[in-house]
């Protein structure tokens, strides 16, 4: 039932957010990208850039994500202005071991392309290649608590989405019928 007066989401706005928080805490789809080359490239050799970041750009155009980017971008920058209560102030400013919702926020994206997505998560979190080095380097007053899980996790749904499309291509190849892009 409408009413009047009521909130009403505007999807274009939310994506449009998301892409412009992602630039101004300093990732690019490019850097993202080149996580789902690291973690595919064994996988299938044949896979290029240009392909890794359609993939990221299909991860972050679903709502769960956004979600999630905002979420924890806008968490980030309230613990740097200091603006959160404690003892969650401290916790998220200085990374603490045992807080884990940054982890658990990250996994709402990995669900999102199936439980392979998982592996994946773990073992660039444990790496932290590329990008994820550069958000964990605690020099220099910027916090990216949430936000190195949260592009661990789009890497990581990115590179699941990979390996479904490509294992459908296969199949469809081989009916000699063609993937729908759709999702
Ligand atoms: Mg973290």
């Given amino acids: 039932m409408s009413q009047p007066n009521m909130y009403r989401l505007n999807s274009k706005e939310v994506a449009g957010a998301t892409e412009e928080w992602l630039a101004k805490r300093g990732v690019t789809k490019e850097q993202i990208g080149q996580l789902v080359m690291l973690l595919q490239k064994d996988y299938f050799p044949e896979l290029t ?11 972050l155009s679903k709502r769960e ?10 968490l980030d920058m309230l613990a740097e202005e200091g603006k959160l209560l ?27 392309y199936g439980s392979i997505g998982f592996t994946n998560f773990g073992y660039i979190d ?3 290649p ?29 590179s ?13 190849l081989a009916e000699g019928i063609q993937v729908r892009d759709e999702e």
Avoid at 65 to 74: K, R
Avoid at 86 to 98: H, K, R, S
């Fill in 49 to 59: 850039l240009a392909e890794c970041v359609l993939n990221v750009e299909a991860v």
């Fill in 65 to 74: 994500v956004q979600n999630a980017v905002l979420t924890g971008i806008q």
């Fill in 86 to 112: 404690p003892p969650l102030q401290d916790m998220i400013a200085y990374d603490e071991g045992l807080y884990g919702c940054d982890e658990v926020l990250a996994l709402s994206i990995v669900n999102v």
């Fill in 126 to 128: 444990k790496l932290k």
């Fill in 130 to 158: 590329g990008v994820l080095k550069k958000l964990n380097d605690k020099s220099g007053g910027v916090i990216h608590t949430f936000l190195d899980d949260i592009v661990g996790a789009i890497a990581a749904a990115a």
């Fill in 160 to 172: 699941s989405r990979i390996a479904h499309r490509k294992q459908a291509e296969r199949e469809a």
